[in-house]
Structures are given as C-alpha cells and as structure tokens.
C-alpha cells in the first residue's frame, strides 16, 4: 500500500500492513519512492503519513483507545 508523508509530499511504500493497521503500533516501516529506485525500509510515525489523495489515517489504525470517550 502507498501513502503518502504529509510533510513532504513523498510516496511511502508500506512494508507490513499489519503494522500499519495496528494501533498499538506508533511506527510502520516503509522505503520511500525517488524515481524508478526504492528507498532503504525506514521506520516512521503513523501521524506523518495519509493516504494518497491527502485523507488521514483511519483513527482506529492510530489510537488503541478510539471506541472510549472521556
């Protein structure tokens, strides 16, 4: 899956959707698209990516506590 990192504009590739839907998880690991070469796996905050067409993350991907109100 690609999302994007909302500071930079850049394509992300997802390496592991599991971690990514986990919420326990504040970090995915992705390798960053540059042209026709893919990026070294680095790990990065759930909080700095969105999907391609700029919508944020699903809250349930990012906060383990998203179904308890306060």
């Keep these: 899956m690609y999302l994007r990192n909302a500071k930079s504009s850049d394509l ?3 390496m592991e959707l599991s971690e990514l839907t986990d919420p326990n998880s504040a970090t ?3 390798r960053f698209h540059a042209g026709e ?3 070294e796996p680095v790990s990065i905050q759930k909080s700095e990516l969105s999907f ?4 944020a993350l ?4 990012l906060d383990p506590h998203y ?3 306060f």
Excluded: L, N
């Excluded at 391609?52 to 919508?55: C, D, P, V």
């Design 37 to 39: 070469e893919a990026g």
């Design 28 to 30: 995915v690991r992705v």
């Design 52 to 55: 391609a067409s700029g919508e």
């Design 67 to 69: 179904r308890v109100s």
């Design 12 to 14: 992300a590739h997802v």
């Design 58 to 61: 699903p809250k349930c991907w």
